[in-house]
């Protein structure tokens, strides 16, 4: 079993005796002819702590699994040199032995990413800037139960309700992973948050205050909420043909673009944008925008008339599609990506 805070070497590139060992792929493969034994469609997912990329493809050779989780991504920091180099790499392993790369944000070992990413407005918003990231990438995306929330790790979660025993052993709730596995919110201005049955007082973890406004009561039909921006995210996932499976995993281009920014097309007709940085960035328009983190603005010469931008709801289709920011398909040329941001379009 695998934690964070002392155990995060668990997930570098250090050989570990009861990781790993070459002797378990006998395992997989009798289980593959087990799951192959059965009709109609199935999958099994490896989650596999390989010291590297090259490791974790042994996984899902043909004859062993047909996906394993990528915690190599999981374990970049929010900058864009190091996660263009971790999907570079893990595009380029996977595709080695013929299987689908994955993205992972966070998993029930490691402390919630809006927290990784630096915690408060600024957590948040990297956050929702890696949804998007994520999801707009070749491959299988995996999301942790209460990401589509935005919800941050607990960190003061009192030592007597303590389950997990890293942070029993140690008295200190920070090197447990108790934090964050505490049940989700669903409703209501109190805690449990509407988890357990009806008139329950409490959860086997418990919740913190502040996730009042976390809930997935709350945060449904805000256009501004996390929830929502995955709702959006993931319908046009399934819309836009450029992000199907049928795409395969090496239709990713890169595209020239500053060193804080990712910048990468899919097919013919996709675009992504990623500003890792922490001040804003003007770049050419890829296009019109589909859907973004934060609101993206276009750049109005002196000699152009200032309008107010278009404010994109509800999705219903690739051209009607939600956002939380302002649309600027209004024939500019060039735009400001926010810090910390990201942004889809059609070209």
């Not at 200190?172 to 989700?184: F, Q």
Request: with cysteine; proline share 8%; aromatic share 8%.
């Amino acid at each position: 079993d695998v934690g964070h805070a002392d155990h995060v070497e668990m997930i570098g590139n250090a050989v570990l005796p009861f990781f790993d060992q070459d002797g378990v792929h006998e395992i997989y493969r009798s289980w593959r002819l087990l799951l192959d034994s059965y009709p109609g469609e199935r999958i099994g997912v490896a989650e596999a702590w390989a010291p590297t990329p090259e490791r974790l493809a042994n996984y899902v050779r043909p004859d062993e699994l047909h996906q394993a989780f990528n915690f190599d991504y999981l374990a970049q920091p929010f900058q864009a040199a190091a996660l263009r180099r971790a999907v570079d790499h893990s595009l380029a392993t996977a595709g080695s032995v013929g299987a689908p790369s994955t993205w992972v944000l966070s998993n029930h070992d490691m402390k919630r990413h809006v927290t990784r990413y630096g915690g408060g407005a600024v957590g948040q918003a990297r956050a929702r800037a890696a949804a998007l990231l994520m999801l707009a990438l070749p491959g299988s995306a995996y999301m942790y139960q209460g990401e589509e929330l935005g919800l941050a790790e607990v960190l003061d979660i009192p030592v007597e309700f303590l389950v997990d025993p890293q942070g029993i052993q140690s008295g200190d709730p920070a090197k447990g992973r108790d934090g964050c596995r505490v049940p989700l919110p669903w409703s209501g201005s109190e805690p449990p948050f509407g988890f357990g049955p009806a008139g329950s007082t409490a959860s086997w973890l418990p919740a913190p205050a502040s996730w009042t406004a976390f809930t997935v009561e709350a945060e449904t039909g805000d256009p501004e909420s996390m929830l929502e921006l995955y709702r959006s995210a993931l319908t046009l996932r399934k819309q836009l043909p450029e992000l199907g499976a049928e795409t395969g995993d090496s239709v990713l281009t890169w595209l020239p673009s500053p060193a804080a920014v990712l910048a990468f097309r899919r097919g013919d007709g996709f675009v992504c944008t990623v500003n890792t940085g922490s001040e804003p960035v003007t770049l050419p328009a890829p296009g019109t925008l589909l859907l973004a983190s934060a609101p993206v603005a276009a750049v109005v010469s002196e000699s152009e008339s200032v309008s107010e931008p278009k404010t994109v709801s509800e999705p219903k289709t690739v051209s009607e599609s939600a956002s939380t920011a302002t649309a600027t398909d209004n024939g500019h040329d060039r735009i400001t990506l926010p810090a910390d941001s990201a942004a889809w379009w059609r070209v």
